[in-house]
């Protein structure tokens, strides 16, 4: 999991800039459509709706056709809900014109884990709404440092699912990690916006593990913490970037991991690679990091195998995380401090197969600096820093 606590950078922004065509249109003739105000959901944002919009998705999911479930225009207030399959067809269509709201009360969903949960579903798609996660008095709870704050729930998540397709979502405020894929293959987000302030601890935008094959494109994160993290996960076509691995000391590897065609915006981190300074069996191999530009980024490229949050749990140990054939192309831009790559990697296994090309980046219209440890590969072409 990411740091729990709260990153001295401003908010995160990154824009993935990829154009393709309308993926999430179908060809598929859905059946009936079930309007969650026909269940008796109410669009005041204070009527708890939770009860209309399961029975509209009992529906949905009894049906033996594909079928729709729309939520009109207003707000939609739910609590902590469940959306189970195993359901009779493989292709709901949930279109949402409005926005729905947790409650305001953290203590309602704030130990629930998850706000908006889809479990073990084939064929959910998603499309446009808002998700207003209402966490800002949960965020100035744990920056209080009272310590008796809940630990919040995640606004979306799909658990053990299938063939899902999202867009133009925006998740905003969430409590927690802002959309959540844990066990699930065949993944596709485009034009997904995620909001939330600066200052609001461990609202990673995407979080990512045991999946593969997970698409994002052409989406915006500004949040608090990582906009993008990958945990356990194997075979992922991504449009960002790797973090916080090797917790645990038996892990799943990352391996096979595009990130290309991105834009980091006033960031802490650019392309990052992330594990704990503590044994591990993990690894990660097979990444390539292309077509990156950075704007006033504090750190471009960076490996960091010494991440060791408070120093408790982790001092003085190396990671036992191995890093290896990490490529890095047409990276350009600017870097907030001197140092703009850092290869900072395990002392007992060094990241290995290291491969830098056509790389540019400046700090105040001079060139930067590398900095490297325990790593070895290869510069190709035109790389500064050297």
Known sequence: MTNPTP???????????????CWLCSSVAFG??????????????????????????????ASTNPAS??????????????FNGKCNNKGISITIDGTLVAPSDY??????????EFERVDGVSIRGGVLDGQGTALWDCKNSGRGNCPSGATTLAFTNSNNIAIGG???????????????????KLQGVKVLADGNSPNTDGIHVQMSSHI?????????????ISVECCSVLLADYSIGSLGKDLKEAGVQNVTVKTVTFTGTQNGVRIKTWGRPSNGFV???????????????????????????????????GVKVS??????????????????????????????????????????????????????????????
């Open 7 to 21: 990153k001295p950078s401003p908010s995160l922004l990154i824009t993935l800039r990829v154009i393709l065509g």
């Open 32 to 61: 009936a459509t079930y309007n969650v105000v026909n269940f008796g959901a109410k669009s005041d944002g204070k009527t708890d709706s939770t009860k209309a919009f399961l029975n509209a998705w009992s529906k949905a999911c």
């Open 69 to 82: 479930i729309y939520v009109p225009q207003g707000k939609f207030l739910l609590k902590s809900v469940t």
């Open 107 to 116: 203590s309602v969903t704030g130990s629930a884990g998850t706000w908006l």
């Open 169 to 187: 979502l925006t998740s905003m405020n969430s409590q927690m990690f802002h959309i959540v894929f844990n066990g699930c293959q065949n993944v």
């Open 215 to 227: 698409t994002i494109l052409n989406s915006k994160i500004r949040t608090g913490d990582d906009c």
């Open 285 to 319: 191999r097979n990444v390539l990091f292309q077509d990156a530009i950075m704007v006033n980024v504090e750190n471009p490229v960076i490996i960091d195998q010494n991440y060791c949050p408070n120093n408790k749990g982790c001092p003085d140990q190396a990671s």
């Open 325 to 386: 054939d990490v490529t890095y192309q047409d990276i350009h831009g600017t870097s907030a401090t001197h140092v703009a790559v850092k290869f900072d990697c395990s002392s007992k296994y060094p990241c290995n197969g290291i491969k830098l090309e056509d790389v540019k980046l400046t700090y105040k219209n001079q060139p930067a600096l590398a900095s490297c440890n325990h790593a070895g590969g290869a510069a190709l072409g035109s790389v500064q820093p050297e």
